[in-house]
């Protein structure tokens, strides 16, 4: 499986824009699904969008519709999150994760097998 590093965490006033980056090594993403996940404290992860192993398939909470956008660059290895109109609740923990079997979708985070450290996301007021 491959490696995942997660980047591009930071604070971020209430309204404002970060775009997470997950960077692979170790073999190429393009045959897997790519997940994002977050986790805040005292809760539970929850997933916040997943794209297909072939670019044609996305899926998001509905808490992030219509503000997150996820995106592969399977050129150069790389997945992005962009998050725009960011509120308090979304700040947390992310993560990026690699499907654990290829040209699979998944959703739930037991279906995803290689993790990234992580990137803390701080929303202010």
């Known amino acids: 499986q491959v490696l995942l590093v997660e980047s591009g965490g930071g604070l971020v006033q209430v309204g404002g824009s970060l775009r997470l980056s997950c960077s692979a090594s170790?073999?190429?993403?393009?045959?897997?699904?790519i997940g994002w996940f977050r986790q805040a404290p005292g809760k539970d992860g929850e997933p916040v969008a997943v794209?297909?192993?072939?670019?044609?398939?996305?899926v998001y909470a509905d808490s992030v519709k219509g503000r997150f956008t996820i995106s592969r660059d399977d050129a150069t290895n790389t997945v992005y999150l962009q998050m725009n109109s960011l509120n308090i609740d979304d700040a947390a923990a992310y993560y990026c994760?690699?499907?654990?079997?290829?040209?699979?979708?998944?959703?739930?985070?037991?279906?995803?097998?290689?993790w990234g450290p992580g990137t803390q996301v701080t929303v202010s007021s």
């Open positions: 994760a690699a499907h654990r079997r290829s040209y699979e979708l998944g959703w739930e985070s037991t279906d995803f097998g290689s």
């Open positions: 170790g073999g190429k993403i393009s045959r897997y699904t």
């Open positions: 794209i297909s192993w072939n670019n044609r398939d996305t």
